[in-house]
């Protein structure tokens, strides 16, 4: 994924992503142009980053069974006192 520089009303999955990547954000338009320019250039890295991406957002899911989870044990551990 390339994205930026404004990234803030999704900061938490961009930076998960970007993490997994160890690259993606951009500052300007010519920044998104020549990183785009060097991934159809190179077809392999631009899939094995696409696999990074996709395990960063993955990280990012589940997030209805954590609190589930969270509130099932607060309300089981309020019920036994």
Known sequence: MLAGPHTYNSATAYEAIFNAQGTGRVNSSADIVGAA?????????????????????????????????????????????
Not at 42 to 71: E, N, Y
């Open 37 to 81: 320019d060097q991934l159809l250039a190179d077809p392999a890295r631009a899939a094995q980053l696409g696999d990074l991406a996709a395990q960063g957002a993955a990280s990012l899911g589940g997030a209805v069974d954590k609190t589930f989870q969270a509130v099932s044990a607060l309300l089981t551990s309020h019920a036994a006192t």
